[in-house]
Each structure stands twice: as structure tokens, then as C-alpha cells.
């Protein structure tokens, strides 16, 4: 018998949450720093969780971008959290438009990159601008999938957004969800619990061995 | 599907601007009753912010297109569209004519004059 193009089934699949529900567990990797010494490998559960909408739009010209600073300083949004016992799972989505964003972490570095030293992304330049740029169609505002973990004290998140060209104006809105988590670091993780693992952007950013 | 309707006198706002949604224009209806031609504009009114351009890193200071109300104002947006319908005719836009028109900020009815007899209808979404 052959076949040409096998179906794929899937049996018995259930549906997962997006995002995390109290009684979730996660584990802080050993990758957090220092300064995070708070969360670093450490395992919590999720006593409470709420989820906070918020929006920001950003009207700019073509060509141009802008830089959003997430942290709480006094020039960024303040989607930190404020007490070493919160975790901000914040989820991105965009609405369309004919833009593109990158990622920073910290200011300046970006966080997808490749290992080639020119493949870097560069917004003046017309190919390098769509290196690791995030599309609106790639988390849309009805069903964002881009998400990142914020904890208290940890370096601002830099989000570059570019408007690029082809439209003489563009309006770049942005659809916040801030799952809003209080973890219980003192409860007893029950056996056979698998934590969602956390990882700091750098692990990710780099990707060797060395981390 | 909002919908308004405007005698067509000079710089009236049809809608305001929603800060995180864009405009859509999805009808427009001119309908001139009065004994003169009339030629009507749709501006759309926006205030960009500042940045920086790509190339060259240079500061791109924040840009204001149209203002409040009144149509000295509004002359400085931008033109999404224009129509001219002859004295006791009606011109009628549907979807397909209006696919595209988007508008960034607070839309506005400017007309070369203002007559009695003169009723505009704008059907739009904010999206």
C-alpha cells in the first residue's frame, strides 16, 4: 500500500489554556541574574491571577520608528510589576498595519538575531530591517501569541517600532493582555508536577552551551 | 455600522478620532439639491508623533495635520476623498468605491461652498 499524502490525526488532544491559572507552577531558570535573585531558580504556584487589558497606539511617518520602553522607569510604560512576588505574563497582539517590530534586551541588543556578526537586525537598512521583525500578522490583536514573563527589577524591554515605507503615515496600535500572577513561592510543589520553565532573555537571546 | 449625515457646510467633523482604532470609510452619499455645483472634500485630521528616521538617525519632530474644528483647520489634514455632483443630482459611494479609505485620525466635510439643500451621508466603521 502506499500513500501518498498521509493524514494526520490526532486523537485525545485537549484544548490548553494560553495563559497561566492559579494552581499552575512554574520554575525560574538558573539563567536569571543576580539582581533577580528573588525569582532566580526558584519554583512557584500561581495563588491568584488577574487579566488586565490595556492599549497603546503610537501615529508616526513612514521610514520612522520609535522606541517603547516597557519598564517602569520614568520615560517607559510601567508594565513591570512592583513587588518581587508578582509575575507579568504579557501578551502582544497588533493590529494591522505596515509596520514591523523588534525586540531589545537590554537597549541595543536585539533579542533575534543570527550568529553571523552582520546578521543583525538594522532599521536603515531595506534588508536587515526584516531580520527578526515581528509583522502584525504574525501575533494579531484577535489572537496574540507573542508573550514574555516581566518580573520586578528586571531590565527594560525595549520594543522598536518602525513604520516602514510604502504609507506616508501609519497608526501602530497595540493590544495589551497583562496576566497579572502573585506566586506562592513557600507552598510544597506536590510529585509528579511538570513547572512551566521561565527563562531569561538572555538564554534565549544567545542560545549556546555557555549560555 | 455608524452612520451620520451633515448639511454640507464648510469644516464639520463627520467623526472624531478613536486614539487605538483607524477610520474606515465604507458609504459616502452626496446628495445636492441646491442650484449650484458643490465639490466636497474628506479630510482626515491627525497629529503624528515624534521619532527618528531609519536612515540617518536624524529626529523627525511630531507633525499636526488639521486641528479642531472650523475649516481653516482642516485644510491642512490630508484629502482621502473628493467628490463634485452637479447642481440637483445625487452622488452615492458604496463599499467597493470606499475600499481603502481609511482614515488615521478625526475625519471632516469640507465643501468649495456652502448651500442650503445639501445633505451628506458618511457610513463608516472604526476599526
Not at chain 2, 99 to 108: P, R, V
Request: glycine share 8%.
Amino acid at each position: 500500500m502506499i500513500e501518498v499524502r498521509p493524514t494526520e490525526v490526532f486523537a485525545g488532544v485537549q484544548p490548553r489554556p494560553k495563559i497561566l491559572l492559579v494552581d499552575r507552577w512554574i520554575r525560574f531558570s538558573n539563567g536569571f541574574p543576580s539582581s533577580l535573585n528573588h525569582v532566580r531558580g526558584k519554583t512557584a504556584r500561581i495563588a491568584k491571577q488577574q487579566q488586565v487589558p490595556y492599549e497603546l497606539s503610537y501615529l508616526l511617518k513612514e521610514g520612522c520608528y520609535k522606541d517603547i520602553n516597557l519598564s517602569n522607569e520614568d520615560t517607559g510604560e510601567k508594565l513591570y510589576p512592583n513587588v518581587t512576588t508578582n509575575l507579568y505574563e504579557v501578551l502582544i497582539g497588533f493590529k494591522p498595519g505596515n509596520y514591523l517590530t523588534h525586540l531589545y534586551f537590554p537597549a541595543e541588543y536585539p533579542l533575534y538575531r543570527l550568529d553571523h556578526p552582520d546578521m543583525s537586525p538594522l532599521v536603515s537598512s531595506l534588508t536587515m530591517k526584516y531580520l527578526g521583525a515581528i509583522k502584525p500578522s504574525d501575533s494579531p490583536a484577535e489572537n496574540p501569541i507573542f508573550k514574555m514573563y516581566l518580573v520586578y527589577n528586571l531590565s527594560p524591554i525595549i520594543l522598536r517600532l518602525v513604520v516602514d515605507e510604502g504609507v506616508d503615515y501609519e497608526k501602530m496600535s497595540l493590544k495589551f493582555t497583562i496576566n497579572r500572577c502573585l506566586m506562592d513561592f513557600d507552598a510544597p510543589m506536590p510529585p509528579h508536577i511538570q513547572p512551566k520553565p521561565i527563562l531569561y532573555l538572555d538564554e534565549i537571546k544567545w542560545m549556546s552551551v555557555a549560555g | 455600522m455608524p452612520a451620520i449625515q451633515k448639511t454640507a457646510v464648510s469644516g464639520v467633523l463627520l467623526w472624531n478620532e478613536q486614539a487605538h482604532k483607524k477610520g474606515e470609510l465604507l458609504g459616502l452619499t452626496v446628495d445636492n439639491q441646491s442650484d449650484a455645483n458643490i465639490t466636497a472634500k474628506l479630510y482626515d485630521c491627525f497629529t503624528a508623533i515624534s521619532g527618528v528616521f531609519a536612515s540617518g538617525g536624524a529626529a523627525q519632530a511630531h507633525e499636526i495635520f488639521g486641528g479642531t474644528s472650523g475649516i481653516a483647520n482642516c485644510l491642512s489634514g490630508k484629502i482621502r476623498e473628493q467628490l463634485t455632483v452637479p447642481a440637483g443630482e445625487t452622488v452615492k459611494l458604496g463599499e467597493s468605491e470606499c475600499k481603502g479609505i481609511d482614515f488615521l485620525g478625526s475625519s471632516y466635510l469640507v465643501c468649495n461652498t456652502t448651500e442650503t439643500g445639501c445633505v451628506v451621508i458618511a457610513q463608516y466603521k472604526l476599526n
